[in-house]
């Protein structure tokens, strides 16, 4: 492989991994997520003990199910380590992720998430996508609220000067 190619495939990865986040940031799981996971791509999430099965295609209901319980969600995922053999990789991934979720009484809960992505990758079709992701989150603050919280389908408005009453 060419150093040059070398470069593209890792800008490349790099570009699919960030992309899933901004699906998640942006609750674009529909649009964005069959895009950079293949359609049967394996997801699992080991939190707190649990493992969490967020495989493709069921994943993207269940992922929006998560984040429409959220006001706001910022995933910030860290430069990958990458190894590349032909058209396979894998990458691991610092991410920290911030949920913010408004109550019906209107007070604020927070579920903050340090964790690592450990992805497998694939060159399908020129493009590369995510077969398979464990995330395992071993740093957790808070509780992720099920019930007694507002449901917010959509990103909040950029426009407005601050968080619903």
């Known amino acids: 492989m ?15 991994i ?3 986040a901004r699906a998640f940031a942006e ?12 359609e049967d791509a394996s997801i699992l999430y080991r939190i707190r003990g649990q493992r969490i099965d967020c495989s493709m295609p069921d994943g993207i209901a269940l992922f929006k199910h998560f984040h429409d319980r959220c006001y706001w969600t ?4 860290s430069p990958q ?18 949920h913010l979720q408004i109550r019906d009484d209107g007070s ?10 450990q992805d497998e990758l ?12 464990k995330a395992l989150c071993p740093s957790i603050q808070g509780d992720f609220l099920e019930t007694g ?17």
Do not use: C
């Open 149 to 165: 919280v507002r449901l917010f389908p959509d990103l909040p408005d950029l426009d407005s000067d601050g968080m619903p009453a």
């Open 27 to 38: 609750k674009r799981h529909a649009e964005l997520l069959p895009v950079v996971f293949t």
């Open 81 to 98: 380590l990458l190894s590349l053999e032909g058209d396979r990789a894998r990458a691991s991934s610092p991410v920290h992720a911030v």
């Open 108 to 117: 604020h809960n927070h579920w903050i998430i340090g964790a690592v992505y």
């Open 122 to 133: 694939a060159r399908i079709d020129d493009r590369w996508r995510i077969v398979a992701r």
């Open 18 to 20: 960030r992309e899933a």
């Open 74 to 77: 910022q995933h910030l995922v």
């Open 2 to 16: 060419s150093q040059s190619q070398r470069v593209t495939d890792e800008l490349a990865i790099h570009h699919v």
